[in-house]
């Protein structure tokens, strides 16, 4: 059960009749199409004027059906107990699916046993890591190694590295690609992208973060990376006593809120220093390094947005922040603060590189660069649940990328990057019951996929006025995460 989302009364057979379809893999429309929804499949993509007998009709005359979208990059789960806000917030955007970018072991038995809180309406866990890497678990080669074996054991689908350094991160990977689990997430700062990329790393996460990737596109490549210094975690217990991992991982929660908050003034000058240097030819030769070696990306421009404007009347007066819990927001303010006491000039190298974060993911779009939409959501300052989706494929178009590539970045690519084209990101049979009506044609403009009429989730059919009905009860009493 949730606490905001009533169960659907529209499920069973459920069809959709006499919509356009669009296909997100080859950006066609088939107008005059009727969807036949039998359970958490759909049975039939025909020509309108089938049979409809037995079946609970929804009316798509004159409007577009699209794949469910996917959050590639979430952390839903870091509050298992309490997801329903965020799970609600989700489905009223249209957001049936995602990937969770951090775990544990014992997220990883639930999973297995079957007993992760599952409300009314909640998304699809496609994929799971285990414990980040980070100086807790992968201070050494030999811990590295055996992190990567433990969640190799424990079943998660993936190993995230956190904040490691050059020397963990590629014996990680490594063992990783031994035992044929991908390994993905943040580049140390003293690694070099191509050497990730030709090492097999599986996905880079924020353009990076920080300047690495940047500083492989810079005429004054050598200079920016002997000038980019590797940050340092707080004081963490080396000895392992009672509550040691809890107050390790509050303390990384501290910094993860906003990392922005701890921009230095040597990183700062090595954000001016790249992109004052950058080279377009180096970024095109990175492109097609990535291309060739599949190094997928996930841009998350909304949460460098959030990170590097923090406190931007755009996010501290965000409406929408009615909808999060009064905890979370308190730890948000928090952050806002520690932003807003950067000096001038640290500020101002954190806005003046998000130019360089856009032109950045316009090369790699034009390249072919495999990508994927995701927000870091749930516990990163100023991110709302299942709205910065949206917020997320607006940047998009703001680099540049056109409506049918963010199309594709939130539907078919997430299946093609999970290994999962037979089971989900395109309407057609055989696929999962996941879909969202929209109002506008979403080929058109990437703003359509918020002109939701309604949302499919499993099978189970939420119309427009049910998702405002959601909303309003988040609003009421707030408990997104």
């Given at each position: 059960?949730?606490?905001?989302?009533?169960?659907?009364?529209?499920?069973?057979?459920?069809?959709?009749?006499?919509?356009?379809?669009?296909?997100?893999?080859?950006?066609?429309?088939?107008?005059?199409?009727?969807?036949?929804?039998?359970?958490?499949?759909?049975?039939?993509?025909?020509?309108?004027?089938?049979?409809?007998?037995?079946?609970?009709?929804?009316?798509?005359?004159?409007?577009?059906?699209?794949?469910?979208?996917?959050?590639?990059?979430?952390?839903?789960?870091?509050?298992?107990?309490?997801?329903?806000g965020t799970y609600a917030l989700m489905l009223a955007n249209g957001v049936v699916g995602f990937r969770q970018m951090s775990g544990n072991r014992a997220l990883l038995k639930s999973r297995?046993?079957?007993?992760?809180?599952?409300?009314?309406?909640?998304?699809?866990?496609?994929?799971?890591?285990?414990?980040?890497?980070?100086?807790?678990?992968?201070?050494?080669?030999?811990?590295?190694?055996?992190?990567v074996r433990e969640q190799h054991r424990d079943g998660a689908d993936f190993v995230k590295a956190g904040m490691t350094t050059r020397e963990t991160f590629l014996a990680a990977l490594q063992?990783?690609?031994?035992?044929?689990?991908?390994?993905?997430?943040?580049?140390?700062?003293?690694?070099?992208?191509?050497?990730?990329?030709?090492?097999?790393?599986?996905?880079?996460?924020?353009?990076?973060?920080?300047?690495?990737?940047?500083?492989?596109?810079?005429?004054?490549?050598?200079?920016?990376?002997?000038?980019?210094?590797?940050?340092?975690?707080?004081?963490?217990?080396?000895?392992?006593?009672?509550?040691?991992?809890?107050?390790a991982m509050k303390l990384i929660k501290g910094m993860v809120t906003n990392p922005a908050t701890s921009t230095s003034e040597g990183e700062a000058h090595a954000y001016e220093l790249a992109?004052?240097?950058?080279?377009?030819?180096?970024?095109?030769?990175?492109?097609?390094?990535?291309?060739?070696?599949?190094?997928?990306?996930?841009?998350?421009?909304?949460?460098?947005?959030?990170?590097?404007?923090?406190?931007?009347?755009?996010?501290?007066?965000?409406?929408?922040?009615?909808?999060?819990?009064?905890?979370?927001?308190?730890?948000?303010?928090?952050?806002?603060?520690?932003?807003?006491?950067?000096?001038?000039?640290?500020?101002?190298?954190?806005?003046?590189?998000?130019?360089?974060?856009?032109?950045?993911?316009?090369?790699?779009?034009?390249?072919?660069?495999?990508?994927?939409?995701?927000?870091?959501?749930?516990?990163?300052?100023?991110?709302?649940?299942?709205?910065?989706?949206?917020?997320?494929?607006?940047?998009?178009?703001?680099?540049?990328?056109?409506?049918?590539?963010?199309?594709?970045?939130?539907?078919?690519?997430?299946?093609?990057?999970?290994?999962?084209?037979?089971?989900?990101?395109?309407?057609?049979?055989?696929?999962?019951?996941?879909?969202?009506?929209?109002?506008?044609?979403?080929?058109?403009?990437?703003?359509?996929?918020?002109?939701?009429?309604?949302?499919?989730?499993?099978?189970?059919?939420?119309?427009?006025?049910?998702?405002?009905?959601?909303?309003?009860?988040?609003?009421?009493?707030?408990?997104?995460?």
């Open positions: 059960m949730s606490r905001y989302v009533e169960p659907s009364t529209v499920n069973g057979r459920v069809l959709v009749t006499d919509v356009t379809v669009v296909d997100p893999l080859d950006g066609r429309r088939t107008p005059g199409q009727d969807v036949v929804v039998e359970g958490n499949r759909i049975t039939s993509v025909t020509a309108t004027g089938g049979p409809a007998e037995g079946a609970h009709v929804v009316e798509g005359r004159g409007r577009f059906v699209v794949p469910g979208l996917m959050d590639m990059h979430m952390h839903a789960l870091n509050t298992p107990k309490d997801v329903d297995s046993q079957g007993t992760l809180p599952r409300p009314t309406g909640a998304p699809a866990l496609r994929a799971t890591a285990g414990d980040l890497l980070t100086p807790l678990n992968a201070s050494t080669v030999e811990g590295a190694v055996r992190a063992e990783a690609n031994r035992l044929g689990i991908r390994l993905g997430g943040h580049l140390p700062a003293d690694l070099d992208p191509r050497e990730a990329a030709r090492a097999g790393v599986w996905s880079i996460e924020h353009l990076g973060p920080g300047v690495t990737v940047f500083a492989a596109a810079s005429s004054k490549e050598s200079e920016v990376r002997a000038g980019n210094p590797t940050r340092k975690l707080p004081p963490i217990p080396r000895v392992k006593i009672p509550g040691a991992d809890r107050l992109d004052g240097s950058y080279d377009q030819q180096k970024a095109e030769e990175l492109a097609a390094l990535f291309v060739e070696h599949t190094t997928w990306q996930c841009p998350t421009l909304i949460r460098v947005h959030t990170q590097q404007f923090g406190d931007s009347p755009e996010h501290t007066e965000n409406p929408r922040r009615r909808y999060m819990a009064p905890e979370e927001l308190r730890t948000w303010d928090k952050s806002v603060k520690k932003f807003s006491r950067l000096p001038d000039t640290t500020r101002n190298a954190l806005h003046n590189h998000w130019a360089a974060q856009l032109r950045m993911t316009r090369t790699f779009a034009d390249a072919g660069v495999p990508m994927v939409a995701g927000t870091d959501a749930c516990g990163a300052a100023g991110i709302i649940p299942g709205f910065a989706l949206h917020d997320e494929f607006d940047h998009l178009a703001e680099a540049g990328l056109d409506p049918l590539t963010i199309l594709r970045m939130t539907t078919t690519e997430p299946a093609r990057f999970l290994g999962e084209e037979g089971d989900f990101g395109r309407v057609a049979p055989g696929m999962a019951a996941d879909l969202v009506l929209l109002d506008e044609d979403p080929l058109a403009s990437h703003t359509a996929l918020r002109a939701i009429a309604g949302v499919m989730r499993d099978g189970s059919w939420w119309s427009r006025s049910d998702l405002d009905a959601v909303v309003e009860r988040i609003a009421a009493k707030p408990g997104a995460h």
